[in-house]
């Protein structure tokens, strides 16, 4: 099993990146797929969730409006939007996979790292 995160990097206040983590050695279409960040000092954070068929996607609150999250079953593969960057967006970003029929399946990527600053 595998989740390889990638599209992280330097951006300024107000840019924009995408992020993928694309997935192998699962079911992938059988399981939500999240992201997560943890930003130095802190706590690892939910950020955002789709559901199975990406039928309905939430967010935590300070993304709303900012951050879209998508998947493509086909090419195994969850993505995240992010625009209109902010300082304290900056943090380890994670890909989860979490199985619905059975939530103790659980798979984690190893992250990228987004750093908002001018």
């Known amino acids: 099993v595998q989740l390889v995160e990638s599209g992280g990097g330097l951006v300024q206040p107000g840019g924009s990146l995408r992020l993928s983590c694309a997935a192998s050695?699962?079911?992938?279409?059988?399981?939500?797929m999240s992201w997560f960040r943890q930003a130095p000092g802190k706590e690892r954070e939910w950020v955002a969730g789709i559901t199975i068929g990406g039928g309905s996607a939430n967010y935590v609150d300070p993304v709303k409006d900012r951050f879209t999250i998508s998947r493509d079953d086909a090419k195994k593969s969850v993505y995240l939007q992010m625009n209109s960057l902010k300082p304290e967006d900056t943090a380890v970003y994670y890909c989860?996979?979490?199985?619905?029929?059975?939530?103790?399946?659980?798979?984690w990527g190893k992250g990228t790292l987004v750093t908002v600053s001018s």
């Open positions: 050695g699962f079911i992938f279409s059988s399981f939500v």
């Open positions: 989860n996979a979490k199985r619905a029929s059975n939530q103790a399946i659980n798979y």
